[in-house]
């Protein structure tokens, strides 16, 4: 354990500069929460979209600076899955309850399920492996509803992509981090980019542009593919726990 004696200041006010950046996520998803309430979907989505580009910068940073070591007595991580259950989760199945992306008969109960299984997979104590990948969908429901929305598919399409993401996270399959994942991360982040470019121009512009729309298609099958070619590959599972995004 290390002594904040020890620990010059600049160091722990940097540490809890972090931590404060990633409690920022609750408020931002509130005001989400508050759009989805009052029927902005397109400003609801902006929220949803700086929700998601915090949670990608507090994690790499608070390991870059060591901030776990810095502040043994406060836990980074369970901050940032209570951040993340609310944002990634709660806030998206209020969006898709308020916005009817599925039908009315199935859209209460399957919302349901949603926030079940993402509370199940948070307190998994095999969340992560040491190279990177999650083990289930980590639940980044704030990416698939919203993409459901804007591509304007069918509803009982999105009833079959919701079920089969909520097997899916409740499996062993591994998901990759585009951040953490070594092997063409480049690409990873790239689609990352094109994909956030895409939500962000289809909210903003809001000009109804077919190549754009495309994008938010194609941007998830790429993650789609390294599911798939890792599990083809049978890559050994690393039996070892690696906590979440912010030690």
Request: aromatic share 10%.
């Amino acid at each position: 354990m290390t002594s904040s004696a020890a620990v010059p200041r600049r160091h722990l006010y940097a540490a809890w500069a972090i931590h404060s950046l990633t409690a920022t996520g609750v408020i931002i998803g509130y005001v989400g929460l508050n759009s989805v309430i009052e029927g902005h979907a397109r400003a609801a989505m902006l929220w949803l979209v700086a929700a998601l580009v915090l949670d990608g910068v507090d994690g790499p940073i608070a390991r870059a600076l060591d901030v776990g070591r810095l502040t043994p007595l406060f836990d980074g991580n369970a901050l940032d899955l209570i951040v993340d259950y609310f944002t990634c989760t709660i806030v998206p199945v209020a969006f898709l309850y308020r916005f009817d992306v599925l039908p009315d008969v199935i859209g209460g109960p399957l919302g349901f399920a949603i926030l079940f299984v993402s509370a199940l997979w948070m307190s998994r104590r095999d969340l992560e492996t040491s190279d990177g990948w999650f083990r289930g969908f980590p639940a980044e429901w704030n990416m698939i509803i919203p993409t459901l929305y804007l591509l304007r598919t069918d509803e009982w399409i999105n009833v079959g992509v919701c079920v089969l993401f909520c097997g899916l996270t409740l499996s062993r399959i591994e998901f990759p981090h585009p951040l953490a994942v070594q092997a063409r991360r480049n690409v990873s982040i790239a689609f990352l980019a094109a994909w956030l470019g895409a939500m962000l121009w289809l909210a903003i512009a809001q000009h109804d542009v077919p190549p754009v729309r495309i994008v938010l298609f194609v941007a998830p099958i790429w993650m789609m593919y390294q599911v798939a070619e890792r599990l083809l590959r049978h890559t050994p599972h690393d039996r070892g726990t690696i906590s979440a995004a912010t030690p």
